[in-house]
């Protein structure tokens, strides 16, 4: 899967993708990313990428010109105009990262690790110009309900969910599977495929998860999970999912 980023700050990538999960992604081929400067498309001596907006009001906002312009250069073809609209390939996204965007889930990471290729739009300042947003991009994305500085954060997190997910990119493919915010974590915390009940049709949290030693600082391991009653096991993770998500996470669940 390939990953393109457009940015004005292609340094802060640097890090954040050169570790873990999607290093090794990258070092087995899974993926590739390439970054992109979008100060490259622009065409005054200051490379310019942002303008005051029409209408008034405070900050700058990023000109559509440069990052239609770097996208049409990733794609290799134009994107067209008003009378003559060229969409993207089917197996291809093109996201704007916004703090106005439908907010980033699982289900969105699970869709997108079915894709050929991601090409992210770093959005800055006070934001885009909508034109990008309405014309370009094929989803306007944000990953919660607060401001960044910019699109960068939230476009390494989105590449790392998605990678995970990709064939291979975890040593244990069940990894992806038990986890919160699955389907399969539902079916796992009860311990039966395909179960039914109060929170059936809903993703749960991930069950606690306990380690040795079995008594720290007198806290202790729930005997269940020591005893070796696998059906008992399963029983208490279904209920402790459950636990878990009404009191981190109502909202997830039917009450």
């Known amino acids: 899967m390939r990953f393109d980023i457009v940015t004005i700050f292609p340094e802060f990538f640097a890090g954040p993708l050169d570790h873990g999960i999607v290093r090794r992604a990258r070092e087995a081929g899974l993926v590739e990313i390439r970054i992109q400067d979008l100060r490259e498309f622009t065409k005054d001596r200051h490379r310019t990428v942002d303008d005051r907006p029409f209408g008034g009001g405070e900050g700058m906002v990023l000109k559509p010109e440069p990052l239609f312009d770097a996208v049409e250069s990733l794609l290799g073809h134009s994107v067209g105009d008003a009378s003559n609209a060229v969409k993207p390939e089917e197996n291809t996204a093109i996201v704007l990262l916004s703090a106005a965007g439908k907010q980033f889930t699982q289900e969105d990471a699970r869709r997108y690790s ?142």
């Open 114 to 255: 079915g894709l050929d290729r991601m090409i992210f739009l770093c959005g800055r300042y006070e934001g885009v110009d909508e034109r990008v947003a309405e014309h370009l991009a094929t989803e306007e994305i944000s990953i919660g309900e607060f401001v960044l500085s910019g699109g960068e954060l939230p476009t390494a997190m989105i590449i790392d969910a998605v990678t995970r997910l990709l064939p291979g990119a975890l040593g244990n493919e069940a990894s992806s599977q038990n986890e919160s915010f699955s389907v399969a974590s539902l079916a796992h915390a009860s311990g039966v495929s395909g179960h039914s009940g109060p929170t059936s049709g809903h993703y749960l949290l991930d069950f606690p998860h306990y380690t040795r030693p079995a008594d720290f600082r007198g806290w202790k391991v729930p005997e269940v999970l020591i005893g070796g009653n696998h059906a008992e096991v399963a029983k208490w993770r279904r209920a402790a999912a459950i636990e878990k998500t009404r009191r981190n996470r109502p909202g997830m669940l039917s009450i």
